[in-house]
């Protein structure tokens, strides 16, 4: 089935540290890619949207990519902040699956001051 | 500005009893969803709805139903609770500019099952 990966539990940085996230996907068919961030007693929030068109979503300072090659559509930032501390989310949606969301489990982002 | 409520925040059930949980959007969305949220599993869809009176079973329906009676409400019903369903609950609502998935996120309700 559908499926979204997200490997890193947990990630700990400083503050203008540069921020990574891995996310890979599988499906059959070409997917519209997603990123949430959830920050502590709140729900996610939409971060970005990246479909096959446009391959590249840019939000907040966050950028991610649509890589349909190695099947990935890893988060970054240049430089982050405290406020930025929080759960990053990868989902995937199929077109043929109407409007349902696929979530990876989700990476904790630490940022220390 | 667009806002999805969730209530109660907070819910205590005893084994057996009838739980439901209620959402609100202010969004003017045809689209909302119910999903679970637990450690090592993300967010999970149980239910969803394209719009008053339609109902469409997500990847993990069972043991609950879901209810939409109107454009602005969504209800997730567990008849027979179980302690297994004791997790965080959350309510989205979107719409086709989004590409019809959840954009808008109501705070959660924490359920817990004893």
Not at chain 1, 85 to 96: K, Q, R
Not at chain 2, 19 to 48: A, E, F
């Amino acid at each position: 089935g559908d499926s979204v990966t997200q490997k890193q539990g947990q990630v700990t940085l400083s503050e203008d540290d540069f921020l990574f996230i891995n996310c890979t996907y599988s499906t059959t068919t070409y997917p519209t890619l997603f990123w949430y961030v959830q920050y502590p007693g709140q729900g996610p929030q939409l971060l970005l949207k990246v479909t096959t068109a446009n391959n590249k979503g840019i939000s907040r300072g966050f950028e991610a990519t649509y890589d349909k090659g190695t099947t990935s559509f890893h988060l970054q930032k240049a430089s982050v902040q405290e406020s930025d501390s929080a759960v990053y989310f990868c989902a995937l949606a199929l077109n043929s699956a109407g409007n349902k969301l696929t979530f990876g489990i989700g990476t904790r982002v630490l940022v220390r001051p | 500005e667009a806002a999805v409520t969730q209530s109660p925040r907070n819910k205590v059930a005893v084994t057996g009893g009838k739980v439901t949980l209620s959402c609100n959007q202010t969004n003017n969305h045809n689209n909302m969803y119910w999903y679970r949220q637990d450690t090592g599993h993300g967010l999970r869809l149980i239910h969803y709805s394209y719009g008053a009176g339609s109902t469409e079973k997500g990847d993990i329906p069972d043991g609950y139903k879901a209810s939409r009676p109107s454009q602005e409400n969504f209800s997730l019903i567990l008849e027979l609770a179980t302690p297994s369903q004791t997790s965080v609950y959350f309510c989205a609502s979107g719409d086709a500019r989004d590409w019809g998935v959840g954009r808008y996120f109501g705070a959660g309700t924490r359920l817990s099952v004893l």
